[in-house]
């Protein structure tokens, strides 16, 4: 579905192109159904913002963004600017906070709702809480209903879930970096809280986002469990009843080439049965054990740990992962 009024975001820097920013959604074309999936990838909005000012202090600019929202952009009014001259670069981080107009605020929410339903830039349309609520729950709509959202957090897992959800492999897999420019920086408890308070609606569309990306993980993963066990009911089946054929294939040319000698070893052929059936056994017994040995080796590496107070999430929740469940299927 068709997202309008998507603030494009600060550009890249000259000959980079970063991966630590938040990402607007981006367009996927399915070659079969003809149409355009969006995607997007979130990231945790302290670490985000940190991680922009960062940016911000290497000289990059909004210069080239237009930020057009329901076909026009925005006023000087309306979006003023946070610096003078030709970009901000040196900003300290008290005075990248303190412009009430930086865009770096909330910028994953901004990026992520329709900001034709409150007026765009122009912040006199409602009153700054219902424009809020408003924001959010557009955020939360468009996410829930989108083919695919990944976590920087867990780079393993969105590569899982990128993979599954549109039926293709990437060559390798994802690498999980946990030192970034962001995690260079040493702030405070106050910072900390401070920052937190300006991406207020960040911080909620994440938590939302990270338990709902949690349950689409886990019922892939329930899945797969599923049609692994399948396939070994199936492979045994079918090796149980091959080792049967030619067991007893063999058996019948033996008794056909001494006919005269089958009443004679009737005694024999009851010890062979017996035999059959626990070669048999023994080899089901084999490869269960050795299918559940490698099904829960493969669980312990892959599979994330479960809190034990952890609580169900709320209906909205569910009705994401009952949503991405339909848009995986539709790939199949």
């Known amino acids: ?30 070659s079969l159904c003809r149409n355009f999936d969006y995607i997007t990838i979130l990231r945790d909005p302290v670490s985000r913002y940190l991680s922009e000012w960062r940016h911000v202090q290497r000289g990059a600019t909004w210069k080239a963004s237009l930020h057009v929202c329901d076909g026009r952009p925005p006023t000087s009014e309306e979006l003023p600017s946070c610096y003078t001259g030709d970009d901000w670069s040196g ?75 549109f039926n293709m492999n990437f060559i390798s897999p994802f690498t999980q970096y946990n ?7 040493e702030i405070n408890e106050e910072i900390q809280k401070r920052i937190e308070g300006l991406n207020f609606l960040d911080m909620e569309l994440y938590s939302y986002a990270k338990d709902l990306f949690l349950q689409r993980y ?47 070893q009737n005694p024999n052929v009851n010890a062979n049965q017996n035999v059959t059936q626990n070669l048999i056994q023994n080899l089901t017994q084999n490869l ?31 009705n994401g992962t009952n949503d991405y469940i339909g848009s995986v299927e539709k790939w199949r």
């Not at 219902?130 to 709509?141: I, T």
Request: glycine letters at 4%.
């Open 179 to 185: 030192t970034t420019r962001a995690s260079s920086v």
């Open 91 to 165: 900003c300290p981080l008290k005075e990248f906070m303190d412009c009430p107009y930086n865009l770096a605020n909330n910028r994953q929410v901004r990026m992520l709702s329709d900001l034709t339903l409150v007026g765009c830039y122009n912040l006199s349309v409602m009153p700054e809480k219902q424009r809020n609520k408003v924001l959010l729950e557009s955020a939360k709509s468009n996410l829930k209903h989108m083919a695919f959202f990944g976590l920087t957090e867990f780079q393993r897992k969105t590569q899982y879930l990128f993979e599954k959800t």
């Open 288 to 318: 269960t054990q050795s299918s559940s040995q490698n099904s829960i080796q493969k669980e312990n590496r892959e599979s994330p740990k479960q809190n034990p107070g952890q609580e169900q999430s709320d209906s909205n929740t569910s």
């Open 218 to 264: 886990q019922f892939m993963r329930q899945k797969d469990h599923q049609d692994a066990r399948r396939k070994r009911q199936e492979q045994r089946k079918f090796l149980k009843g091959r080792f049967l054929q030619t067991h007893f294939q063999s058996q019948g040319q033996v008794q056909s080439q001494n006919p005269s000698q089958n009443q004679s």
């Open 1 to 30: 579905m068709p997202l309008t009024g998507i603030d494009p975001g600060p550009p890249q820097s000259a000959g980079r192109r970063s991966i630590h920013r938040a990402k607007p959604a981006l367009a996927v074309y399915n």
